[in-house]
T-cell receptor, first 113, second 110 residues
Framework: EPEVTQTPSHQVTQMGQEVILRCVPISNHLYFYWYRQILGQKVEFLVS????????KSEIFDDQFSVERPDGSNFTLKIRSTKLEDSAMYFC???????????FGPGTRLTVT | KQEVTQIPAALSVPEGENLVLNCSFT??????LQWFRQDPGKGLTSLLL?????REQTSGRLNASLDKSSGRSTLYIAASQPGDSATYLC?????????FGKGTRLSVIA
């Protein structure tokens, strides 16, 4: 069964460093998303991406964040200058259409020290 | 702004019991509602998607209902098993992609 994959599973970085989190969505899906979950808190929407551009973003998704689909399979989230409060689990998801079921990857645990 | 609440926050039941998890949302203008399962430190596994025009959706021992006008959904799990132990998340799709509740942590005791 097709699934969303994410790498790395765990990333440790120092404050101020740039990180890139990678996702491979399900191959025939057209809509891609990033969410995050701070430990003990709700899963929060960050950004949605369709047709090579951002279709929606939350207040959390400020200028420190960017997304890209560099090729036909990968979908990346870049955090330009990490802060301690960026420590969280980051989930990628994909869907066939805008309002269809979303399938999530296993997540990348980001730890900023 | 959409808010999603799940009650109870935690639930412990003996194996074999039927149980109901509750989800409520403040804005009834939703397109669909999705139930997920999350194991500790893991990703989200989609269990069921209910469209706003549907009242119920079933998958195996799981049955989800939706009452859009009252802003409520329930997830019914029949004949619970220890392998059902996980956190169950409810998420609604309205004008923003998926707004999540905090989840109900379920423990099924053998």
């Amino acid at each position: 069964e097709p699934e969303v994959t994410q790498t790395p599973s765990h990333q440790v970085t120092q404050m101020g460093q740039e990180v890139i989190l990678r996702c491979v969505p399900i191959s025939n899906h057209l809509y891609f998303y990033w969410y995050r979950q701070i430990l003990g808190q709700k899963v929060e929407f960050l950004v949605s991406f369709y047709n090579n551009e951002i279709s929606e973003k939350s207040e959390i998704f400020d200028d420190q964040f960017s997304v890209e689909r560099p090729d036909g399979s990968n979908f990346t989230l870049k955090i330009r200058s990490t802060k301690l409060e960026d420590s969280a689990m980051y989930f990628c998801s994909s869907g066939l259409a805008d309002l269809s079921e979303q399938y999530f990857g296993p997540g990348t645990r980001l730890t900023v020290t | 702004k959409q808010e999603v609440t799940q009650i109870p926050a935690a639930l412990s039941v003996p194996e074999g019991e039927n149980l109901v998890l509750n989800c409520s949302f403040t804005d009834s203008a939703i397109y669909n509602l999705q139930w997920f399962r999350q194991d500790p430190g893991k990703g989200l596994t989609s269990l069921l998607l209910i469209q706003s025009s549907q009242r119920e959706q079933t998958s195996g021992r799981l049955n989800a209902s939706l009452d859009k006008s009252s802003g409520r959904s329930t997830l019914y799990i029949a004949a619970s098993q220890p392998g059902d132990s996980a956190t169950y998340l409810c998420a609604v799709r309205g004008n923003t992609p998926l707004v999540f509740g905090k989840g109900t942590r379920l423990s099924v005791i053998a």
